[in-house]
C-alpha cells in the first residue's frame, strides 16, 4: 500500500526556522518526482517546490525561492523540505505529493503555523 506521512510542522515566530519530513512506503521512490504543495487557510492548493526522481534538478515557487530548500535521500525513501525565514505567510497545511506518470499520492499533510 502506498504511503506518505508528512512530519515537522509546527508553531515558529517569524523569522524561524522549521524542516519538514515525509517517509514514502509502499512503492518504488527512486522512479518519482516529488513535490511539496501547501494550503493556506480558506485557500486553494499552491505548489511550493518539486524535485527530480534522482535528486538532480529543483524548482521552486516565486514566493519561497531563497527561503526553502527541498532535498531527498532516496536510499531511505525521504523527501525534506528545509523553510528557513519563515513568514506569516507560510501558515498553511503542508503536503507532499508524488508524481509518476499519470500516478500520483498524496500525504495527509503536517499544519505549519508561523505566528509571534
Known amino acids: 500500500e502506498v504511503h506518505l506521512v508528512e512530519s515537522g510542522g509546527g508553531l515558529v515566530q517569524p523569522g524561524g526556522s522549521l524542516r519538514l519530513s515525509c517517509a514514502a512506503s509502499?512503492?518504488?521512490?527512486?522512479?518519482?518526482?516529488m513535490s511539496w504543495v501547501r494550503q493556506a487557510p480558506a485557500k486553494g492548493l499552491e505548489w511550493v517546490s518539486t524535485?527530480?526522481?534522482?535528486?538532480?534538478?529543483?524548482r521552486y515557487a516565486d514566493s519561497v525561492k531563497g527561503r526553502f530548500t527541498i532535498s531527498r535521500d532516496n536510499a531511505k525513501n525521504m523527501l525534506f523540505l528545509q523553510m528557513n525565514s519563515l513568514k506569516p505567510e507560510d501558515t498553511a497545511v503542508y503536503y507532499c505529493?508524488?508524481?509518476?506518470?499519470?500516478?500520483?499520492?498524496w500525504g495527509q499533510g503536517t499544519q505549519v503555523t508561523v505566528s509571534s
Open positions: 524535485i527530480r526522481d534522482d535528486g538532480s534538478s529543483t
Open positions: 505529493r508524488a508524481n509518476y506518470g499519470s500516478i500520483t499520492t
Open positions: 509502499g512503492f518504488t521512490y527512486s522512479y518519482y518526482a
